[in-house]
Structure formats: structure tokens, C-alpha cells
Nanobody
Framework: QVQLVESGGGLVQAGGSLRLSCAAS????????MGWFRQASGKGREFVAT????????YSANSVKGRFTISRDNAKNTVYLQMNSLKPEDTAVYYC?????????????????WGQGTQVTVSS
């Protein structure tokens, strides 16, 4: 069983930065693609970014491209989401997700493991 625990959320002013972390338990972390999704109040879950098991391939949603960066440290079983130039519309609960295969995916249905979420609030 894989467990994912997010941290790093909080309240920040527009234009500020936050770094989210997701620590994974279990084996074969480097064989698992990881992703970040978010869900704003009253809205559906939205893809943010994904990274392959090796870390060589990443893909981000257009809404965050150039502002958010996904990365991973397989030695620490941790994936990160560096968020810069935050906007009020980035306010949401951010979820870390993992899948059994190494390939990236923007589809939440492709992910078998989910963290509990961490709140990010951006004030204007």
C-alpha cells in the first residue's frame, strides 16, 4: 500500500511563492509517475502537473505553465510543486497523486494513490 502525505500549503499574497511537498511511502517510487491536481471550492478536480518516474519528463497545465514547476527526488521518495507568481485563482486544495506506471498522465483516473490534500489560499 502506498501512502502519500502532502505538506507546504498555506496562505500567501498574490505574487508570492509556495513549495508543496509530497512524501511517498512504499517501494518502487522511481517506477511511479506522480501528479499534482487541485480542486477549488465548488469546482471539479483539475490537472496541474505530472512527472515521469525517472523525472525526465514533465507536463503542466497551460494555466500554470511558466509559474509552477514539478520535480522529484527519488532518493527521498518525494515530489515537489514549486509555485511562483501565485494568483487568487490558484486558491484550491492541492492533491498529490501516484500511479503504478512510470509514464505521465493528465487524467486523474490513471492515478491509483492519492494524498489527503493541502490547502493553498492566495489573497489579492
Amino acid at each position: 500500500q502506498v501512502q502519500l502525505v502532502e505538506s507546504g500549503g498555506g496562505l500567501v499574497q498574490a505574487g508570492g511563492s509556495l513549495r508543496l511537498s509530497c512524501a511517498a511511502s512504499g517501494r518502487a517510487f522511481s517506477s511511479s509517475a506522480m501528479g499534482w491536481f487541485r480542486q477549488a471550492s465548488g469546482k471539479g478536480r483539475e490537472f496541474v502537473a505530472t512527472i515521469s518516474g525517472s523525472g525526465l519528463y514533465t507536463y503542466s497545465a497551460n494555466s500554470v505553465k511558466g509559474r509552477f514547476t514539478i520535480s522529484r527526488d527519488n532518493a527521498k521518495n518525494t515530489v515537489y510543486l514549486q509555485m511562483n507568481s501565485l494568483k487568487p485563482e490558484d486558491t484550491a486544495v492541492y492533491y498529490c497523486a501516484g500511479r503504478r506506471g512510470p509514464s505521465t498522465s493528465i487524467n486523474s483516473n490513471d492515478y491509483e494513490y492519492w494524498g489527503q490534500g493541502t490547502q493553498v489560499t492566495v489573497s489579492s
